[in-house]
């Protein structure tokens, strides 16, 4: 496995979802490494207070970017504000689903929000900001997806398609690019402890008894393992190896994911 020395990769990073959770995580792994970072978020406030922390604590310049994601031209507008940077890490981290229900039982508008942050705008963002890595033959990118990507499974339906779809994405990129500088790590999570987490679990009303990943050490992990792609299953035995439902048929493995999904249910917790 190869440890990663991010300085070659370039003077920038760009956290897309990077106020809080997973993202503020990467966003002060990568600054504790010298890189400058871009964090991007909706809430103002969440996203200077992160900004102000990471200055304090390791004196790289940090630029904040309020956008919602999953708005349209929302890219566009990343890349325009950034067109002065040379970013030479993109961590593509937004992307949870806080409200975990039947297909039928939310709105159309809502579905398809999160199929635009979540997969569009994923695609963008490697596109807008992968070209010039590939281009200049240094870079990195990480596309942040989920265990529910593995099969199917009841009230993951869009979600879980979704994060398939970053999974896939992230393992082609990986596949083209490998040998042009720039690393790709498709970066699959399971439970972990983010404010966005606590909402769905605190809404839910009960307890989760399960144990949780610190969003610190996942994102320490990645950044250690950019060079081992396509994927990394994070507190698998196994992180770079194959799906935990390999041995299973796809039906068993659906019929599994829906268990699992209706216990976390029951418990307010969402994958
Ligand atoms: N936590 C878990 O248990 C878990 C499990 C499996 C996979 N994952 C994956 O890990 C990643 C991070 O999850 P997370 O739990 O840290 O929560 P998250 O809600 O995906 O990420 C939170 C960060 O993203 C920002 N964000 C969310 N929606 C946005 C939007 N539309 N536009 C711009 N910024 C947006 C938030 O700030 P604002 O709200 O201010 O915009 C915050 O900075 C996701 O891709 C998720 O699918 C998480």
Redesign the pocket.
């Known amino acids: 496995m190869t440890a990663t020395v991010m300085s070659a990769y370039g003077p920038w990073g760009i956290v897309?979802?990077?106020?809080?959770?997973?993202?503020?995580a990467f966003a002060h792994g990568t600054a504790s490494r010298g890189i400058n970072v871009v964090l991007?978020?909706?809430?103002v406030p969440?996203?200077e207070a992160a900004a102000d922390d990471i200055r304090a604590r390791y004196g790289v310049e940090v630029r904040t970017v309020a956008?919602?994601?999953?708005a349209a031209g929302?890219l566009a507008e990343l890349e325009r504000v950034t067109s002065d940077l040379e970013v030479g890490l993109l961590v593509y981290?937004?992307?949870?689903?806080?409200h975990s229900v039947a297909f039928l039982d939310k709105d159309l508008d809502a579905h398809l929000e999160l199929v635009h942050?979540?997969c569009t705008a994923v695609l963008e963002a490697a596109y807008r900001f992968g070209a010039p890595m590939v281009a200049r033959g240094r870079g990195a990118v990480v596309l942040?997806?989920?265990?529910?990507a593995w099969a199917g499974g009841a009230t993951l339906a869009a979600y879980g398609a979704t994060?398939a779809f970053d999974l896939i994405l992230a393992e082609s990129l990986w596949a083209e690019w490998r040998g042009s500088g720039v690393d790709v790590l498709g970066l699959v999570?399971?439970?972990?402890?983010?404010?966005?987490?606590r909402r769905m679990r605190d809404a839910g009303g009960e307890s989760y008894g399960g144990e949780?990943a610190d969003?610190y050490d996942v994102a320490e992990q990645a950044l250690t393992h950019l060079g081992d792609g396509p994927t990394w299953i994070h507190g698998s035995a196994n992180p770079t190896g194959g799906s935990p439902f390999g041995a299973l048929s796809r039906r068993d493995a659906v019929l599994a994911m829906s268990r699992g999904a209706s216990a976390g249910k029951k418990a307010g917790?969402?994958?």
């Open positions: 897309a979802g990077g106020s809080d959770g997973v993202g503020v991007v978020a909706r809430r969440v996203l956008l919602d994601l999953s929302a981290n937004a992307g949870a689903d806080n942050r979540n942040v997806t989920s265990g529910a994060k999570l399971g439970r972990t402890d983010t404010p966005s987490h949780l969003p917790v969402e994958r």
